[in-house]
């Protein structure tokens, strides 16, 4: 904003100085487009303060949307949230992926390569019921 100021400012010490018609016609026109750009910075910097204050509110909501209840029980790392449709469901503890019953039933382990493993509870719907609400 200080260049346009300085625009203006150097157009009024011009303007004194002025001795022909023309010199005034064009004084005024680089005085109007001052005045132009003054306004114009004015509503960006207005818009630009809206934007700055719907971005936080759309970080606020996207914070809160993301947002998980986690609990650790039998080893086991549950998350409860939008992602898993307000139902618990069983991550490892580890790499935070989801989490699989062994296929003889007497553990749980990580669904990815990781190598956690946890025989406390002898699956993850097992572990939910020990859990409580
Ligand atoms: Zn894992």
């Known amino acids: 904003m ?3 100021k300085d625009i203006v400012d150097l157009t009024k010490d011009l303007k004194a100085r002025a001795k022909e018609r023309r010199d005034m016609d064009v004084i005024h026109k680089i005085q109007s487009l001052a005045f132009t750009l003054q306004s114009q ?35 086991i790392e ?8 307000g139902q618990w469901f069983g991550f490892c503890p580890q790499c935070h992926l989801p989490a699989a019953d062994w296929p ?5 382990g990580c669904s990815s390569s990781c190598d956690w493993s946890s025989s406390e509870a002898g699956s993850i719907a097992e572990a939910i019921r020990r859990m409580g609400p």
């Not at 509503?43 to 998980?68: F, G, H, P, Y």
């Open 2 to 4: 200080g260049a346009i």
């Open 41 to 75: 910075h004015a509503d960006i910097i207005e818009r630009d303060v809206r934007l700055m204050e719907e971005n936080a509110a759309l970080k606020r909501q996207l914070e809160e949307s993301n947002t998980e209840e986690i609990r650790i029980h039998c080893g």
């Open 78 to 85: 549950f998350r409860r949230g939008k992602r898993t449709g």
């Open 104 to 108: 003889n039933g007497k553990g749980v």
